[in-house]
């Protein structure tokens, strides 16, 4: 293709030259402010203009992945209490999910398990109890490789929904958050550390597995449940 629109510009510049010589011997000659060289230009920025419009749609950006936070959290016992007396999220909290949705879609994983709701937390990490994680070196790269390494990298070809569901153990987490929240009797929202200790009452499920890899155990999470309020648990 370079081959050819070269041959194309030099013929054209070629052909441009004889008239040139010619309208010397003759009647016929350029207006006076037109020039041989303009006119080459003109015909090269045409050619060039002309190919620039077609790489256009070759060079469009991919979409980027876009996690959408929600204002409350998915629930299996909507009929544990009425709507007014149920306590609320906190933002942390909300956006902790939201990135976990968006790390199960990395992964390519068909669902939101508990090792996508640690990483959730991690990447916020903001709250106090990630800075907490962080702390005794639990870290978003650590538990992002014993995820791959526990439960494998997902098909290259596979596309993850844009809210993945959550799975059984992932659910029960959120309504263990809830139902403690409700039993301590105290007002303030639900807390990332509400959702970590979750997380962690699921022992079969592979968030509390990685956690234990990484050196979480009781003793730390019954100094995080000591924590637990509207005013510390963020």
């Known amino acids: 293709m370079a081959s050819r629109t070269l041959s194309v510009f030099h013929s054209s510049t070629a052909y441009l030259q004889l008239d040139c010589r010619k309208s010397s011997q003759s009647s016929l000659s350029f207006p006076g402010n037109l020039k041989v060289d303009v006119?080459?230009?003109?015909?090269?920025?045409?050619?060039?203009?002309?190919?620039?419009?077609?790489?256009?749609?070759l060079l469009r950006r991919p979409r980027a992945a876009v996690a959408t936070v929600s204002f409350s959290l998915p629930t299996a016992k909507p009929e544990r209490v009425s709507s007014e007396k149920m306590p609320k999220w906190s933002s942390r909290a909300i956006k902790s999910f939201a990135m976990g949705e968006l790390e199960a879609r990395k992964l390519k994983y068909p669902n939101t398990g508990t090792e996508a709701l640690l990483m959730g937390i991690l990447v916020e990490g903001t709250s106090k109890v990630a800075k907490f994680l962080y702390v005794y070196g639990i870290t978003l790269f650590k538990v992002r490789e014993e995820t791959i390494k526990l439960l494998g990298k997902s098909d290259m070809f596979l596309f993850s929904p844009e809210h993945p569901p959550l799975t059984e153990p992932a659910q029960r987490a959120l309504d263990w958050a809830v139902d403690e929240k409700l039993k301590s009797g105290e007002s303030g929202e639900i807390t990332t550390t509400h959702l970590l200790l979750g997380i962690w009452s699921e022992e079969e499920s592979a968030g509390h597995k990685i956690m234990a890899t990484l050196g979480f155990d009781d003793e730390k999470a019954k100094e995080l449940a000591k924590s637990v309020s509207s005013k510390l648990g963020m």
């Open 39 to 57: 006119l080459v230009n003109s015909l090269l920025s045409n050619q060039l203009s002309l190919r620039s419009s077609r790489l256009k749609p």
